[in-house]
């Protein structure tokens, strides 16, 4: 037996996008045989995260996935769904929304920007840096900075510890703009993880006195936003897939264009405007290989005969992948198989 430290994460009530709150419990157990079904149902003040009066403000935590926590002795991350005192998912509890869907895999591209002293790292305490083309991708101080790629390595080496299944990383277009894959079979499974990488992540960055800007457009004029795409397939589209099939989908993607911009994060007027890399947000487009379209469809897509993923990209940095997800496959499931 030892100490075990588990991290409980869950999401709270806050508008217009729920933000992470954890903390600590101590458990007696083996590191090695720890399973989610040994971790405890616990509870919190709901009152102090908008998720209940002060009167009656217990809310529960129901351990939902297990990962290591390679910064802790005998450390876990407990991602938590957020339920109400009788045992029903609370009203903010998104991912009890998701359609349950085995065959559902997701892939979501998480773009942000490390933020000090309130600016992105690398701008200037008064004007801009040199103007966006040499940071995508780029190598070099006067490109990455210096402390940037140490983070976004520490953060590789701590989910690929914590078994996320963490895909790459690249550095973005704008300066100090960056973006990591996660990759996950199963509904729920890549936004499990990527609220557990996000997590990962804004820790990571603490101790370097840096902040992970999440929103979409922090800086105005000629920079990039920062997008969640999220490619995705069913076992369907993968292995039947079809024009036909394709046709529809689009229909039915074009059809609920509201209801996907309404959980595909806050501000995103100010990020889909057609420029950028975005088709702007009140229109509905799907281009082959077009990074300009609402919905980008992969060459390899065509070429397969209209199988595999398709990628949307109106997502936003900051939209929370539970409504993602939950979204998509609610549209995905309005259309007929056959
Ligand atoms: P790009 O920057 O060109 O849009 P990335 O390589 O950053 O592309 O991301 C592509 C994403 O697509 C990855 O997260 C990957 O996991 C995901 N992906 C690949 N195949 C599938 C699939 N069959 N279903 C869902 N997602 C997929
Ligand atoms: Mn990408
Ligand atoms: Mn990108
Ligand atoms: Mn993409």
Redesign the pocket.
Known sequence: MAKLKLEYLWLDGYTPIASLRSKTKIVDGDPAKLSLEDLPVWGFDGSSTQQAEGKSSDCLLKPVALFKDATRKGGFLVMSEVLLPNGEPHPTNSRATILDDPGA?????QEYFFYKDGRPLGFPAAGYPAPQGPYYTGVGYKNVGDIARTIVEEHIDLCLEAGINI??I?SEVAKGQW?F???GKGSKS?ADQMWVARYIMARACEKYCIDVEWHCKPIKGDWNGSGM?A???TKH??ETGGKGYFDKLMDAFNKHRDEHIAVYGPDNHLRLTGLHETQSIDKFRWGVAD?GASV?VPHSFVNSGYK??L?D?RPNSAADPYLVASRILKTVSTVPLA
Do not use: K
Request: no cysteine; glycine share 12%.
């Open positions: 895999w997701f892939g979501f591209e895909e790459g690249n973006e894959q996660i990759f890549a795409h490619n995705f397939s589209m993968r990074r980008r595999g993923y990628e990209r």
